[in-house]
């Protein structure tokens, strides 16, 4: 079993920065794709960004287009750690943060649009004028 938790979230003003964690626990399955999900009141879960990692051909990462440019996503997973860097936040980046994982099989694509098995708890972040 796979238990994420994520921490950082916070109110900021916009234009301000915070940095998301996610602790992920658990070794089996071992998980390779990673995403950031967000959700704001009366709005739909949307992806922010996912990571796969581990691969032969490397590493990468995807981002809507929202946020490119602004967030990066990045993880140490030697000490079990997935990040979310936020700069130059704006107001409509509120909402609460989650993260989630899954394993992907051969030619999956880690994609926000793919079925992640995993999802922590959120954490709030609230941005404003």
Known sequence: QVQLMESGGDSVQAGESLRLSCVVAGIYPRINCMGWFRQAPGNEREGVATLFYGGAAGDYSLY????????????????????????????????????????LGPGGLCTSNEKFDYWGQGTQVTVSA
Do not use: H, P, W
């Not at 287009?65 to 409509?92: A, H, P």
């Open 64 to 103: 809507a287009d929202s946020v490119k440019g602004r967030f990066t996503v990045s993880q140490d997973m030697n000490n079990n750690m997935l990040y979310l860097q936020m700069n130059s936040l704006k107001i409509e980046d509120t909402g609460t943060y989650y993260c989630a994982a899954v394993r």
